[in-house]
């Protein structure tokens, strides 16, 4: 037993040196060759090596032509770790200090990607959601054509309903507290402001419900008709279709 457990530590410490051999950053004899083998370990998304290299790099030649390029390579570094707090900071000063670079439409945009990953579920704060969609914005009116747009846009939609499933979840809560007042706020901001999300049909069910709440049954029944008739075949305007029958039904008894 005591040479088979002296075997097994002696394989386990050749294990832990080859790979403490396999994560070590190979000699570098340049600046120049700094960057390109920075940019090899985020091709093999080796991120904690390239951040280590592109940190060097940055420090050590605050004058170079590449600089820009070094300040951008380690932001996404960072966001492909996933330390977005530093990403966030070196893609702002990016476009702080290298507003001429060709690499700052990509840093305006990744700004975004960055606090949008920061940003917490529908149930929390959306303070960075907000910012997010802030940044998209601005990177999309300063940045038409930019090849990363249809990305922006993407994302920009997906903040954009976040802020709307925030809003909808603020109306439901205060309509199944029968405050049909301030749950029709919520769902009108949606309705108003984030129409072009899929997040429309509940709103405008929810408005409906605030009217049957607020004695409204008239106006309730018609939108719930608008519901059907805007979202035919879905389980929305099922649900539209039962609560019209409903009110009608009441209405008539």
């Known amino acids: 037993m005591t040479r088979l457990l002296r075997g097994v530590l002696v394989l386990a410490c050749a294990v832990a040196l080859a790979g403490c ?12 060759e700094r960057l390109a083998l920075a940019r090899r ?13 592109l ?39 990016m476009i702080r200090e290298y507003p001429e670079s060709d690499s700052t439409p990509s840093a305006s945009f990744r ?22 969609i802030d940044q998209f914005r601005s990177y999309l009116a300063t ?14 939609n997906l903040a954009r309903s976040r802020i709307a499933s925030k809003l909808l979840a603020n109306g439901r809560l205060y309509l199944s507290l029968r405050l049909g ?41 018609e939108q719930l008709r608008d519901v059907e008739a805007r979202f035919p075949g879905t389980e929305l305007a099922q649900r539209a279709a039962k609560e019209r029958a409903r009110l009608e039904h009441k209405r008539r008894s």
Request: net charge negative; proline share 6%; aromatic share 10%.
């Open 111 to 132: 700004l975004g990607e960055a606090l949008f990953s920061q940003a917490r579920s529908p149930d929390f704060d959306q303070e960075q959601t907000a910012k997010a």
């Open 143 to 156: 940045y038409p054509g930019h090849w990363l747009n249809p990305e922006a846009d993407r994302q920009l």
């Open 55 to 93: 940190k060097s790099f940055v420090q050590n030649n605050p004058g170079s032509a590449q600089v820009d390029v070094g300040h951008y390579l380690l932001g996404l570094s960072y966001l492909r770790n996933r330390d977005y707090a530093l990403s966030t900071g070196e893609f702002e000063q």
């Open 21 to 32: 051999g396999a994560s070590t950053i190979p000699p570098v004899h340049s600046e120049t």
């Open 41 to 53: 370990m985020m091709d093999d998304h080796r991120w904690a090596s390239a951040i280590e290299l």
């Open 181 to 221: 007042g301030p749950a029709r706020v919520y769902f009108q901001r949606v309705r108003d402001e984030y129409g072009d999300t899929r997040l429309l049909g509940d709103a405008l069910m929810g408005i409906a419900q605030c009217d049957a709440l607020d004695k409204r049954v008239p106006q309730a029944i």
